[in-house]
C-alpha cells in the first residue's frame, strides 16, 4: 500500500519512466505476523536488520499491477523489504527517473491534486519532519515529496501503519465505500495494539 500510495501520482502523471522505479521499504517485526519464531523474537531483533525475499516478494506483482493500471502501460519495480528493530510501521523510500524537468512544487500540486479527495492521505514538502509515529495507530498514509534535480529524480517516501492502512483499515475503507458509509466511519480512532 505504501509503495501504490507513494508512486501512483507520479505514473498517473507520466512524471517517472516506468522502468526505472525503486521500491525501498522498511517495516517493523508485526508485519512477519504473531506466529512465535526466534528470528522475530525481540532480543534477536534488537540492533538487527536485514533484507528478505529479495527475489518473489509477494508484494512486487500487486505494486506492478496498480501502478501499471495508474500509469496506463506496464509498470516494473525493484522492490527490497528490509526488517527494522520496530514493532509497527512501514517507511518506504521510493525513486523514480523523471521524464521532464519539474520542481517539487511542480509535483506537489501533481501530487495534492490527485489526493484532493482522499481523507487518508496527506502530502507534505520535503523539508517536513515526519515519520511513522505520525501514522502509527491511524489509516493515514504520509507522503513526503522531494525532486532531486542534480540527477533528475524523483524521492518520495511514503509512511503508512502496516497493522492499520496495510491491511485491516484498507479492508474496513474499502467496505465503507461499498456499503455506501462514509469512507472515514470506524477508522478515525482505532485501538492500537501492539
Given at each position: 500500500m505504501s509503495c501504490i500510495l507513494g508512486l501512483s501520482p507520479a505514473v498517473k502523471n507520466n512524471l517517472v519512466e516506468p522502468f526505472s522505479l525503486i521500491c525501498d521499504c522498511k517495516t517493523g517485526v508485526s508485519g512477519a505476523g504473531k506466529k512465535v519464531s526466534p528470528t522475530f523474537h525481540y532480543p534477536a531483533r534488537y540492533e538487527q536488520m536485514n533484507a528478505y525475499k529479495l527475489a518473489g516478494h509477494q508484494h512486487v506483482c500487486e505494486v506492478e499491477r496498480e501502478l501499471s493500471l495508474q500509469a496506463g502501460r506496464e509498470v516494473r519495480v525493484t522492490f527490497t523489504a528490509q526488517v527494522v528493530p520496530v514493532c509497527r510501521g512501514i517507511m518506504s523510500t521510493l525513486y523514480g527517473t523523471l521524464t521532464r524537468n519539474v520542481t517539487e512544487a511542480d509535483v506537489l500540486a501533481f501530487y495534492r491534486a490527485f489526493y484532493k479527495n482522499?481523507?487518508?492521505?496527506?502530502?507534505?514538502?520535503?523539508?517536513?519532519?515526519?515519520?511513522?509515529?505520525?501514522?502509527?495507530?491511524?489509516?493515514?498514509?504520509?507522503?513526503?515529496?522531494?525532486?532531486?534535480?542534480?540527477?533528475?529524480?524523483?524521492?518520495?517516501?511514503?509512511?503508512i501503519d502496516n497493522l492499520m492502512k496495510g491491511q485491516a483499515g484498507s479492508a474496513l475503507q474499502n467496505m465503507n465505500l461499498m456499503c455506501g458509509l462514509p469512507e472515514t466511519t470506524g477508522l478515525m480512532r482505532p485501538g492500537i495494539y501492539p
Open positions: 482522499s481523507p487518508f492521505v496527506r502530502v507534505f514538502d520535503s523539508k517536513a519532519a515526519i515519520g511513522t509515529l505520525h501514522v502509527r495507530g491511524t489509516n493515514f498514509c504520509n507522503i513526503v515529496v522531494s525532486v532531486d534535480s542534480r540527477v533528475n529524480r524523483l524521492r518520495v517516501v511514503s509512511y
